[in-house]
């Protein structure tokens, strides 16, 4: 059974920083692609980023360019999402979501997410 | 900067027939964006409904489906019930790794 986990959320202050993490199990985790996605609280879903299954390749909406770094560690099952620069608009409910097999493009399996709330 | 939209809501009564559709702010919606669909109810991580335009993700419901209508994608509920009032997202894969998702449509059965 697949299982996404994210742990890591929490208060901060705006200018913090926080790094999220997913503990992946149920599937061989460095096959696929994976992604984040946030939710601000009354909104709707955010994509964030996303890594290939090596971690050589990565993506971001242009919203947290420069400020977030996704990474993984395939030998701990773990995808990693750095915050930097934190805003008030970052508050959100942050998603792991394994992306499908290649070729079929979309999130199959999603986590419970972590809240970060940036707040002073 | 692509936008994707949504109804923001839709009403459909017990039994009923719904499409909800997913527009690019420029262009047509094609198979080549992939469309897939999710649903979430309040609190809870969003669900795979439908993924590449039609095909159903495992265990869903065949009231569900999916389509190309027009210039946008569409997913439509037919005999719709209680439960299925939910937030209801679309995403769109622009390419070079990126996903847009439209705004949801929040449908209310009654």
């Known amino acids: 059974e697949v299982q996404l986990l994210e742990s890591g959320g929490g208060l901060v202050q705006p200018g913090g920083s926080l790094r999220l993490s997913c503990a992946a199990s149920?599937?061989?985790?460095?096959?696929?692609?994976m992604s984040w996605v946030r939710q601000a609280p009354g909104k709707g879903l955010e994509w964030v980023s996303v890594i290939s299954g090596g971690g050589s390749s990565t993506y971001y909406a242009d919203s947290v360019k420069g400020r977030f770094t996704i990474s993984r560690d395939n030998s701990k099952n773990t995808l990693y999402l750095q915050i930097n620069s934190l805003r008030a608009e970052d508050t959100a409910v942050y998603y792991c979501?394994?992306?499908?097999?290649?070729?079929?493009?979309?999130?199959?399996?999603w986590g419970q997410g972590t809240l970060v709330t940036v707040s002073s | 900067q692509t936008v994707v939209t949504q109804e923001p809501s839709f009403s459909v009564s017990p039994g009923g027939t719904v499409t909800l559709t997913c527009a690019l702010s420029?262009?047509?919606?094609?198979?080549?964006?992939?469309p897939s669909w999710y649903q979430q109810t309040p609190g809870q991580a969003p669900r795979t409904l439908i993924f590449?335009?039609?095909t159903r993700s495992s265990g869903v419901p065949d009231r569900f489906s999916g389509s190309i209508l027009g210039n946008k994608a569409a997913l439509t509920i037919t005999g719709a019930q209680a439960d299925d009032e939910s937030d209801y997202y679309c995403?769109?894969?622009?390419?070079?790794?990126?996903?847009?998702f439209g705004g949801g449509t929040k449908l209310t059965v009654l």
């Open positions: 979501a394994k992306r499908a097999a290649d070729g079929l493009k979309y999130f199959d399996y």
């Open positions: 149920g599937f061989t985790f460095s096959n696929y692609f």
């Open positions: 995403v769109l894969y622009m390419g070079s790794g990126i996903w847009v």
């Open positions: 420029s262009g047509s919606v094609s198979t080549s964006y992939y």
């Open positions: 590449s335009t039609n």
